[in-house]
């Protein structure tokens, strides 16, 4: 089991940033990718960005590339999720999510362990 933990939500202007952060505990090894995905209230969860354990490999939505970044402390087992000229369209809950398996990262229902997520809200 991997248990995760996210924090660092919170209320921002349009084009502020923030930093989201995903703590891993457990059998952090079973994990192949950890990733971030967000949803808002009667909509479908969305893929937002995933980066491998090792880190050496990260992926992105179209509608974040360019605006946030994913990157790993292999030291601290957290993962971050650093938004940049964050939008209005990006309020949502964030959460993390560990997968197991190689595979399709975007993948929502192939991810095993969830967090409970952390709340983004951006005002104009």
């Known amino acids: 089991q991997v248990q995760l933990v996210e924090s660092g939500g919170g209320l921002v202007q349009a084009e502020d940033s923030l930093r989201l952060s995903c703590v891993a505990s457990?059998?952090?090894?079973?994990?192949?990718?950890i990733g971030w995905f967000r949803q808002t209230p009667g909509a479908a969860r969305e893929f937002v960005a995933a980066?491998?354990?090792?880190?050496?490999?990260?992926y992105y939505s179209d509608s974040v590339k360019g605006r946030f970044t994913i990157s790993k402390d292999n030291r601290e087992n957290t993962v971050y999720l650093q938004m940049n000229n964050l939008k209005p369209q990006d309020k949502a809950t964030y959460y993390c999510?560990?997968?197991?398996?190689?595979?399709?990262?975007?993948?929502?229902?192939?991810?095993?362990?969830w967090g409970q997520g952390t709340q983004v809200t951006v005002s104009l």
């Open positions: 999510a560990g997968r197991r398996l190689r595979g399709d990262y975007s993948r929502g229902l192939e991810y095993d362990y």
């Open positions: 980066i491998t354990w090792s880190g050496d490999k990260s």
């Open positions: 457990g059998r952090t090894s079973s994990a192949y990718y």
